[in-house]
């Protein structure tokens, strides 16, 4: 697998109100989905096509990824709306077959060549939230090199919707749709986009808490992928949770420090204060180590990004 | 002992004859003589050339024997581990239905070898990495010679840590696939449904119960382990 991007948090938003679009670089996200689907009335769509070019440099300047998430019944005009330079990644919403992503994947491949965008730049990321999309879920994640990073999280309303099932009930109802997607990403050698199974039974979308309990938890089974957020409350808690802490980082010397020890011996682990040491648990600790790594320098990244729109807008109010 | 149960599976290195020894006076109804997880490369050789007096040793005492393999390596470790009496293999981290097929070749050309009866050597493949599971039924179609499959060490391969739940990440529906794949090629299910804060197959005799009952439950119908004092739990409760 090719090095993972770093994708803690992310916020969608509706792509026709300027005061999400314009205030997101003071988010912190590590990316944007600039939304042309659900959060958009179908008497608006046309306009928000229109907006798609000069919204992804207002997400950019912060050094936040801009994502576009079309329409699945609007592939053409949508992806013809949304390709330009500075957009990482469509989101393609309730794609059903590999078909329909190889049709995405040649529309873009057309556009970044009319628009001067080096070929195989932007991902596509399909998002599976009907019955028919689960069936064919290997199929859809090998249908094209554009997509990176795969899963199905926590089945979502359209999901809900489409199978007939309840959304904030105390039991764990996905547990075939995670797995049939975590395991295709998985065998595909992909990003794995998964999340361990809590209960909400409140429906919230906003409690920093909440959201913070659950990025710790999929941090602890080695998730990294995140995201998905709908209200800026949720976002620092995402970057704190899917950042190793220091003492996993600790934790992590510790390991490899027991492993040299097991090194020099024929044993094929070691037991120390309970825990087994082996290149299972050495494998993890490097793991854990780099990606340490990648957040901090994700990080140093932002706030440079950040700091330097900070002073263009002191500049420019000292002008006026 | 009745020579057909398969209820406790007791992995131990082929390479250590101590490890060996107790292994065949554990009670484990099959004995696998590990050439893969718990050998050093610097002693495979070694393993190797032991395993013909480590396979006789188990015998002695009445339990089956299998040897685990690397399909890697799976000629050198097959020409060592392939003599009379040895009961089957098990292929680690199978996920390759040709390499299935070419394991299968050489098993029956060192059956006709070294006398065995052919098709005397049975396979249980190690569904231990995501392509494995993924293509499960082709790769466990590939050779009448499988007779089981495992998860074995599927949760330290791919990296499935424990939810807040307890259970270990992906393996509730790794474990299910499983089930209806084996059954639905007329194999035999093994393993067992461990959950936090057990790792790997290791796991104290009690959690090892637990385990075994949950795994009765889902269908499996006997477990892989790494410690004597797990063999006992296993040979009650899949009894």
Redesign the interface.
Known sequence: MAQQKVRRSGLTMPIVTPRFVDQAWRRGCDFVTLDLEDSVPQNRKDYARTLVKESIPKVTRAGTEAFVRINHEHLQADTAAAVWPGLSRIKYPKTETADEVRALDALITRYERERGIPSGTIEIDPGIETAVGVTNV?DIAAASPRIKEFGATNGGYDMSRDLGVEMFVPY?QF??L???A???A??LGLGVR?A???ANTTGSVSDGNRALRLAE?AR????RVGGGGLNPAVVESHNIGYTPSGADVRDAHWVLEQFERLQAT?A?WLEVEGR?IDR?EA??AR?TLQWAESCAARNREKAEAVAKVRAQLEQQQAQQ | MNNNLQRSWLIV?ASSADAVAKAAKSGADVVVLDLV????DA?KPAAREQCRAAMDAVRACGAQVFAQIDPQHHEADLRASVWPGLDGIVVSRAESPARIMAIDKVLTALETERGMPAGAIGMVLALET??G???AYEVASASRRVRALTLGRAD??????????G?I??M???M??LVIIARALNVTPLGAWWRAPD??L?ATAENTLQAAKRGRAVGFKGALCLRADQVEPLNKIYA
């Open positions: 290997y764990d547990v075939y995670r797995g049939e975590n395991l295709a998985r065998a998964a361990p199974f809590i938890a602890a089974c080695g998730l024929d094929p087994v299972y494998e993890r793991g | 290195p997880e718990l050998v050093r002693q995501a392509r599971n993924q293509d330290l391969v791919m990296d499935l840590r424990p939810e807040p739940s259970e990440h992906q509730p529906y790794l299910e696939r790792r790997g290791l």
